[in-house]
């Protein structure tokens, strides 16, 4: 599985983290940024990441912030990409299950840093159940992104 990572200023700290447990999972990452501390515009690595997704470059992606909240916004705008801030593994697990969730979002400034190898492992360990009520609510989801 090929999974994108990137973050803002405040997410940097744990993206290292992030892209070790999934090179310690078999997986290829593509690191889309940001590469220090340095303040940036978390939209700008949004849409990155939700770009990536989008266009099929990546199967999932893993998002960081301060608060997980910015990149979650931001990412959701574009078609394609289903993306929640979750910080317990329920949320990372059932988004995936039920929502068809290929972006997990991840605060930096809210959660631990020994909380972020579960919450990954939920993620990626989980699949869309493909059960007909949730992919009629996906699918009522997708047809949001057609309205105006």
Request: hydrophobic share 40%; proline share 3%; glycine share 8%.
């Given at each position: 599985?090929k999974i994108a990572v990137?973050?803002?200023?405040?997410?940097?700290?744990?993206?290292?983290?992030?892209?070790?447990?999934?090179?310690?999972?078999?997986?290829?990452?593509?690191?889309?940024?940001?590469?220090?501390?340095?303040?940036?515009?978390?939209?700008?690595?949004?849409?990155?990441?939700?770009?990536?997704?989008?266009?099929?470059?990546?199967?999932?992606?893993i998002v960081l912030c301060?608060?997980?909240?910015?990149?979650?916004i931001a990412a959701n705008?574009?078609?394609?990409?289903?993306?929640?801030?979750?910080?317990?593994?329920?949320?990372?697990?059932?988004?995936?299950?039920?929502?068809?969730?290929?972006?997990?979002?991840?605060?930096?400034?809210?959660?631990?840093?020994?909380?972020?190898?579960?919450?990954?492992?939920?993620?990626?360990?989980?699949?869309?159940?493909?059960?007909?009520?949730?992919?009629?609510?996906?699918?009522?989801?997708?047809?949001?992104?057609?309205?105006?």
């Open positions: 599985m990137a973050c803002d200023h405040a997410g940097f700290p744990y993206k290292a983290t992030v892209v070790a447990l999934l090179r310690e999972r078999g997986m290829e990452v593509l690191d889309l940024g940001t590469h220090s501390t340095d303040s940036v515009d978390y939209p700008d690595y949004a849409e990155a990441i939700g770009r990536a997704i989008a266009n099929k470059e990546v199967e999932r992606g301060g608060s997980g909240i910015g990149v979650s705008k574009i078609k394609g990409v289903r993306a929640a801030v979750c910080h317990d593994t329920y949320s990372a697990r059932q988004g995936v299950e039920h929502n068809d969730m290929n972006l997990l979002a991840l605060g930096a400034r809210v959660i631990a840093i020994e909380k972020v190898p579960e919450l990954v492992a939920a993620f990626l360990d989980a699949r869309f159940s493909g059960e007909p009520r949730f992919q009629r609510r996906v699918s009522k989801i997708a047809a949001l992104e057609e309205s105006e």
